[in-house]
Protein backbone atom coordinates (compact mmCIF):
# COMPACT_ATOMS: atom_id res chain seq x y z
CA UNK A 1 0.00 0.00 0.00
CA UNK A 2 2.41 2.54 0.96
CA UNK A 3 4.64 1.73 -1.68
CA UNK A 4 2.48 3.17 -3.94
CA UNK A 5 3.41 4.94 -7.24
CA UNK A 6 0.02 7.14 -6.87
CA UNK A 7 1.83 7.95 -3.49
CA UNK A 8 5.43 8.94 -4.70
CA UNK A 9 3.74 10.94 -7.87
CA UNK A 10 1.78 13.32 -5.00
CA UNK A 11 4.50 13.59 -3.07
CA UNK A 12 6.64 14.76 -5.95
CA UNK A 13 3.68 17.32 -6.73
CA UNK A 14 3.88 18.34 -3.38
CA UNK A 15 7.36 18.29 -2.62
CA UNK A 16 9.15 19.21 -5.94
CA UNK A 17 5.85 20.75 -7.31
CA UNK A 18 4.09 20.20 -10.42
CA UNK A 19 6.76 21.98 -12.77
CA UNK A 20 9.87 19.37 -11.31
CA UNK A 21 7.85 16.17 -11.93
CA UNK A 22 8.00 13.90 -14.76
CA UNK A 23 5.74 10.68 -14.69
CA UNK A 24 8.24 9.11 -16.14
CA UNK A 25 11.30 10.29 -14.23
CA UNK A 26 12.33 10.21 -10.97
CA UNK A 27 15.33 12.76 -11.16
CA UNK A 28 14.60 16.32 -9.56
CA UNK A 29 14.68 19.77 -11.68
CA UNK A 30 17.08 22.47 -11.26
CA UNK A 31 16.80 24.15 -7.39
CA UNK A 32 14.78 26.95 -8.25
CA UNK A 33 11.75 24.63 -9.12
CA UNK A 34 11.44 22.69 -5.76
CA UNK A 35 9.37 23.21 -2.40
CA UNK A 36 12.10 20.65 -1.24
CA UNK A 37 15.45 22.09 -1.76
CA UNK A 38 14.79 25.65 -0.65
CA UNK A 39 12.98 23.69 2.65
CA UNK A 40 15.99 21.60 3.03
CA UNK A 41 14.52 18.62 2.48
CA UNK A 42 16.06 15.71 1.18
CA UNK A 43 14.13 12.57 3.08
CA UNK A 44 10.90 11.57 3.99
CA UNK A 45 9.71 10.15 7.36
CA UNK A 46 7.09 8.41 8.83
CA UNK A 47 4.92 11.61 9.05
CA UNK A 48 5.16 12.93 5.72
CA UNK A 49 4.35 9.72 4.22
CA UNK A 50 1.17 9.32 6.14
CA UNK A 51 0.51 13.16 5.28
CA UNK A 52 1.03 12.67 1.72
CA UNK A 53 -1.47 9.54 2.39
CA UNK A 54 -3.85 11.54 3.55
CA UNK A 55 -4.22 14.22 1.07
CA UNK A 56 -4.43 11.12 -1.90
CA UNK A 57 -7.20 9.84 0.39
CA UNK A 58 -9.09 13.20 0.30
CA UNK A 59 -8.35 13.36 -3.53
CA UNK A 60 -9.89 10.10 -4.18
CA UNK A 61 -12.61 10.23 -1.75
CA UNK A 62 -14.85 13.74 -3.70
CA UNK A 63 -15.34 14.76 -0.40
CA UNK A 64 -15.99 18.76 -0.77
CA UNK A 65 -13.99 19.57 2.51
CA UNK A 66 -11.53 17.74 4.47
CA UNK A 67 -12.73 18.59 8.44
CA UNK A 68 -13.60 16.67 11.18
CA UNK A 69 -17.91 16.94 10.46
CA UNK A 70 -20.08 18.24 12.13
CA UNK A 71 -21.61 16.10 15.01
CA UNK A 72 -24.99 16.79 14.09
CA UNK A 73 -24.60 15.18 11.21
CA UNK A 74 -26.77 12.23 10.27
CA UNK A 75 -24.18 11.17 7.44
CA UNK A 76 -20.67 9.80 8.63
CA UNK A 77 -17.44 12.01 7.87
CA UNK A 78 -14.37 10.42 7.54
CA UNK A 79 -11.51 11.74 10.41
CA UNK A 80 -9.00 13.03 8.49
CA UNK A 81 -6.92 13.29 11.55
CA UNK A 82 -7.52 9.75 12.61
CA UNK A 83 -6.65 8.56 9.70
CA UNK A 84 -3.16 10.08 9.21
CA UNK A 85 -2.53 9.33 13.51
CA UNK A 86 -2.95 5.93 12.74
CA UNK A 87 -1.29 5.75 9.72
CA UNK A 88 1.54 7.12 11.79
CA UNK A 89 0.85 4.63 14.68
CA UNK A 90 1.03 1.66 12.39
CA UNK A 91 4.46 2.36 10.54
CA UNK A 92 5.89 3.69 13.87
CA UNK A 93 5.19 0.18 15.40
CA UNK A 94 8.39 -1.79 17.34
CA UNK A 95 7.17 -5.01 14.82
CA UNK A 96 7.15 -2.50 11.82
CA UNK A 97 10.78 -0.88 12.38
CA UNK A 98 12.10 -3.05 9.63
CA UNK A 99 9.54 -2.74 7.26
CA UNK A 100 9.29 1.07 7.52
CA UNK A 101 12.66 1.24 7.57
CA UNK A 102 12.94 -0.34 4.07
CA UNK A 103 9.78 1.94 2.96
CA UNK A 104 11.49 5.34 4.04
CA UNK A 105 14.25 4.52 2.18
CA UNK A 106 11.85 3.55 -1.13
CA UNK A 107 10.45 6.69 -1.16
CA UNK A 108 13.58 8.62 -0.43
CA UNK A 109 15.08 6.71 -3.40
CA UNK A 110 12.19 7.63 -5.51
CA UNK A 111 11.61 11.01 -4.46
CA UNK A 112 15.21 12.22 -3.91
CA UNK A 113 17.96 9.96 -5.92
CA UNK A 114 21.60 10.63 -4.62
CA UNK A 115 22.23 12.06 -7.95
CA UNK A 116 20.07 14.71 -7.67
CA UNK A 117 21.03 15.88 -4.56
CA UNK A 118 24.47 16.68 -5.01
CA UNK A 119 27.14 17.19 -2.21
CA UNK A 120 24.26 19.16 -0.02
CA UNK A 121 24.17 19.38 3.22
CA UNK A 122 20.28 19.03 4.66
CA UNK A 123 20.19 18.52 8.08
CA UNK A 124 17.56 20.15 8.93
CA UNK A 125 15.26 17.62 6.82
CA UNK A 126 13.75 15.49 9.34
CA UNK A 127 12.63 18.52 11.56
CA UNK A 128 10.99 20.10 9.08
CA UNK A 129 9.08 17.14 7.76
CA UNK A 130 8.33 15.88 11.59
CA UNK A 131 6.33 19.17 12.19
CA UNK A 132 3.89 17.87 9.54
Given at each position: LFPSGLLIKAARHIFITSSGTSSTSTSIRPANTTNA???KIDSVTVPSIAYIATFVRYALSGDLF???GDTARTTP????C????NIVALLSHEKMKAHTADLVAFWNENLFPADAQGDVDYSTA???LAGL
Open positions: IPDMDMVFDYVFHNTEI
